[in-house]
């Protein structure tokens, strides 16, 4: 500090011209540097789905990251036709309104991130065509800043339904006519006729083993059928393994 008379000859003190200097300098500073003072712009990073080609009818997962400077709002939509684009040209918060609004829009994702975030959603499109992903991040005021995404993505048709089971069609492990088993997949043969479950043994790769019958002659109005075999249906044995099967009378099957 500096000692200055003043003309009453008193004594006073005076700032040094340094300081004073070094204060102007800083204040130039930050004119010069738009916005300083102020938080960074929330940022967004493209969203993706997965798988990179869908198909209509199938789950797709939907993901979106970025980063949040302040408590901000995050919302992600789905827009299904690509052409339309996104909505925009307002406000962070006006434009997620307005795109919720749009026909056909759903909303995906609906977060308040507060720092870097990674969120990711399941989507199932009904049909196929042109799709748009519209995300949208903003904050309370202006001044945190505003961030909009968008990526277009395109649908295949659904898979073809799988054709109707063939009538006369052998149950799983049953080895098809004409083809030769490697292994034993032991078929359900309840309710089938002796020489009914021993074609289909045959051809399962497996054999009839040990059977029990009764030894009466069938009552009127019932016939000999298998009720009860000791291998487990599915069951996966080595070739030609033998099945012990048990028949028993039961009522005639009508028709």
């Known amino acids: 500090m500096h000692v200055v008379r003043t003309g009453h000859g008193r004594m006073g003190l005076t700032r040094p011209r340094r300081t004073l200097a070094a204060a102007a300098s800083l204040a130039l ?36 990251s970025g980063t949040a400077t302040t408590a901000s709002s995050l919302r992600v939509y789905v827009q299904p036709s690509a052409t ?12 997620a309104a307005a795109q919720a609004q749009r026909a056909g829009s759903v909303e995906v994702i609906s977060r308040e991130p507060s720092a870097a975030f990674a969120y990711s959603a399941t989507y199932t499109p009904l049909s196929a065509g042109n799709y748009a992903l519209c995300a949208y991040l903003y904050g309370e005021t202006a001044a945190t800043g505003a961030s909009q995404v968008a990526t277009n993505f395109s649908v295949a048709p659904a898979p073809p339904n799988p054709p109707p089971p063939v009538a006369g069609t052998p149950p799983a492990g049953v080895a098809p006519t004409g083809t030769t088993a ?35 002659t069938a009552p009127k109005g019932m016939v000999l059928r298998v009720t009860w075999q000791l291998q487990k249906p599915g069951s996966v044995r080595k070739l030609n393994s033998r099945v012990t099967l048990r028949l028993s009378f039961v009522k005639r099957p009508r028709g």
Do not use: E, H
């Open 182 to 216: 490697t292994r034993c997949v032991v078929p359900n043969v309840k309710k089938r006729t002796y020489l009914g479950a021993r074609t289909w043994l045959r051809r399962a790769g497996c054999s009839v083993g040990t059977v029990y019958r009764p030894t009466r």
């Open 84 to 95: 339309a684009g996104c909505a925009g040209g307002a406000s962070g918060a006006a434009n």
């Open 29 to 64: 500073t930050l004119l010069a540097v738009p916005g300083a003072g102020l938080a960074s712009a929330n940022t967004l990073v493209a969203p993706t789905i997965s798988p990179a080609n869908p198909r209509a009818t199938q789950p797709a997962t939907i993901s979106i």
